[in-house]
């Protein structure tokens, strides 16, 4: 069964390509695997919190109720996967150890063109992969 690899997070663009990535799916009939890399959102602004681990815990655990919640109407086959370090890097090696059908991210729309070229994700993406990679931009209508 193919597989589409979803990079995923709290904003809005990426919950447009896991609805997109859902769809592509269901077509496809394939399965999703959501990756979601932990960053520094997920945890407070003091670092010296008492709660440092148990709110990146929380924030971890609210995205993937969130990813569930996008995915209900969808009868697929999918995962969730939490990961560290460089959110482009994981992607790649993620989609290169599943055998990838392609590799679906959010882009928000005033920035896509400066993150392109200034070193985003969807760069380095597109650069150092051998597979497609669907750019979905925020708000993207179904």
Request: charged share 25%; glycine share 4%; hydrophobic share 50%.
């Amino acid at each position: 069964m193919p597989l589409l690899v979803v990079g995923y997070d709290r904003h809005p663009a990426a919950q447009s390509a896991l609805r997109t990535a859902a769809e592509l799916a269901d077509r496809l009939r394939a399965r999703l695997l959501v990756l979601h890399v932990v960053d520094l959102e997920d945890y407070p602004i003091d670092p010296d919190a008492a709660d440092w681990e148990a709110w990146a815990e929380r924030a971890v655990s609210a995205e993937r109720a969130s990813a569930e919640a996008l995915l209900a109407a969808h009868r697929l086959p999918w995962s969730f996967q939490v990961d560290h370090g460089e959110p482009g890097r994981r992607l790649l090696e993620l989609a290169a150890r599943h055998d990838a059908l392609m590799i679906v991210i959010g882009v928000v729309r005033h920035e896509w063109g400066a993150h392109l070229l200034t070193g985003s994700v969807a760069k380095q993406l597109t650069r150092h992969t051998d597979r497609p990679v669907l750019l979905v931009p925020e708000q993207h209508p179904l």
